[in-house]
């Protein structure tokens, strides 16, 4: 069974920083993409940022040149560090991980960490 393990989130001020991090164990596959997801209240999943096994990265639009992503191939891990964050990043953030077995796309879901920033 795939295990991620998130870590960070927590309560911070608008405009202070943050870092999530997650580890993925117990994958058999290669992992093609990893990433992290957040859900607001009321409001649909969104992409934050995800990062290909080449490197390629990908932003949602609201977080693009506050949030960078780095992934850490030989640990199957991804961190995300939130800078100058906003009331508006508050949610539940999501580590994915996608694999591809037999041209099937499989997604893995962690089981969330929280991120609160206060005005």
């Known amino acids: 069974q795939v295990q991620l393990v998130e870590s960070g989130g927590g309560l911070v001020q608008a405009g202070g920083s943050l870092r999530l991090s997650c580890a993925a164990s117990?994958?058999?596959?290669?992992?093609?993409?990893m990433g992290w997801y957040r859900q607001a209240p009321g409001k649909q999943r969104e992409l934050v940022a995800n990062?290909?096994?080449?490197?390629?990265?990908s932003y949602g639009d609201s977080v693009k040149g506050r949030f960078t992503i780095h992934r850490d191939g030989a640990k199957n891990a991804v961190d995300l560090q939130m800078n100058s964050l906003k009331p508006e990043d508050t949610g539940v953030y999501y580590c994915?991980?996608?694999?591809?077995?037999?041209?099937?796309?499989?997604?893995?879901w962690g089981q969330g960490t929280q991120v609160t920033v206060s005005p």
């Open positions: 990062i290909t096994s080449g490197g390629i990265t």
């Open positions: 994915n991980v996608l694999v591809v077995f037999r041209s099937t796309p499989i997604n893995y």
């Open positions: 117990r994958i058999i596959f290669s992992i093609n993409t």
